[in-house]
T-cell receptor, first 112, second 110 residues
Framework: EAGVTQFPSHSVIEKGQTVTLRCDPI?????LYWYRRVMGKEIKFLLH????????ESGMPNNRFLAERTGGTYSTLKVQPAELEDSGVYFC??????????FGPGTRLTVL | GENVEQHPSTLSVQEGDSAVIKCTYSDSASNYFPWYKQELGKRPQLIID?????GEKKDQRIAVTLNKTAKHFSLHITETQPEDSAVYFC?????????FGRGTSLIVHP
C-alpha cells in the first residue's frame, strides 16, 4: 500500500509569510496526526483528526496555525503569519484505528 | 502530562558491537511504548513496540525491555551493522498520542 505522503518536502519562507503544508494519509486511515520536530528536540504532537473532525488539538502552539481535513481525506496545515520559531520538520502520520501510526517523510520548514 | 527522557543523545559503536538506548517516562498510566527509527532523509518507521503487560520483546537483532516499577524501557540492538545508523526515538503513551523522547543518533562504524 502507498505510504503517507507530504508536500512540499522543503519550504523556505520569510517571516510574516504564509505557508500551507499538505498531508495525504494512507487510504482508509481515519486517523491523521500532525507533529513537529524542532532541531535536536523531541517530536511534539500538534493535533489529531478522526475523519474530518478535530479530535484533539491541544498541541497547536497558537492561533497562527490552522489545520483542516475537509472530506476526511488529505489534510492541510497552514501557518499564517510564519514566525522564526515555527522552523522545524512537520510530520504527518496516519493510523487505521488507535494503533500503529505510519509517518510521512516530513516537510522541513525554514522561516528566515 | 507525560514526560519522556531519552539517553544518550549520541551513541557511536563499532560494527558488531551491541547498542543500548534508554528511556524513562513519568506517567504511570502509560501502557504502550513504541520505538521508531529514522534514517537520514527518510520517515520515522516503527521498528518494535511493547505493551505494559509484557516485560521483554524480541525481533531478530532488536529487543525492548520494560520495567514498569522503575518506569524505564530500553532498546537493545545486537551485532550492529552500518545500516543500523539512524536516529532512534522512544515514545510512551496511555492513549493514542505518544510522547516522544528527543532521539538518539546511533552511528555504527564499519
Amino acid at each position: 500500500e502507498a505510504g503517507v505522503t507530504q508536500f512540499p518536502s522543503h519550504s523556505v519562507i520569510e517571516k510574516g509569510q504564509t505557508v500551507t503544508l499538505r498531508c495525504d494519509p494512507i487510504s482508509g486511515h481515519d486517523n491523521l496526526y500532525w507533529y513537529r520536530r524542532v532541531m535536536g528536540k523531541e517530536i511534539k504532537f500538534l493535533l489529531h483528526f478522526v475523519k474530518e473532525s478535530k479530535q484533539d488539538e491541544s498541541g497547536m502552539p497558537n492561533n497562527r496555525f490552522l489545520a483542516e481535513r475537509t472530506g476526511g481525506t488529505y489534510s492541510t496545515l497552514k501557518v499564517q503569519p510564519a514566525e522564526l520559531e515555527d522552523s522545524g520538520v512537520y510530520f504527518c502520520a496516519s493510523s487505521r484505528q488507535f494503533d500503529t501510526q505510519y509517518f510521512g517523510p516530513g516537510t522541513r520548514l525554514t522561516v528566515l | 502530562g507525560e514526560n519522556v527522557e531519552q539517553h544518550p543523545s549520541t551513541l557511536s559503536v563499532q560494527e558488531g558491537d551491541s547498542a543500548v538506548i534508554k528511556c524513562t517516562y513519568s506517567d504511570s498510566a502509560s501502557n504502550y511504548f513504541p520505538w521508531y527509527k529514522q534514517e537520514l532523509g527518510k520517515r520515522p518507521q516503527l521498528i518494535i513496540d511493547i505493551r505494559s503487560n509484557v516485560g521483554e520483546k524480541k525481533d531478530q537483532r532488536i529487543a525492548v525491555t520494560l520495567n514498569k516499577t522503575a518506569k524505564h524501557f530500553s532498546l537493545h540492538i545486537t551485532e550492529t551493522q552500518p545500516e543500523d545508523s539512524a536516529v532512534y526515538f522512544c515514545a510512551a503513551s496511555s492513549s493514542y498520542i505518544p510522547t516522544f523522547g528527543r532521539g538518539t543518533s546511533l552511528i555504527v562504524h564499519p
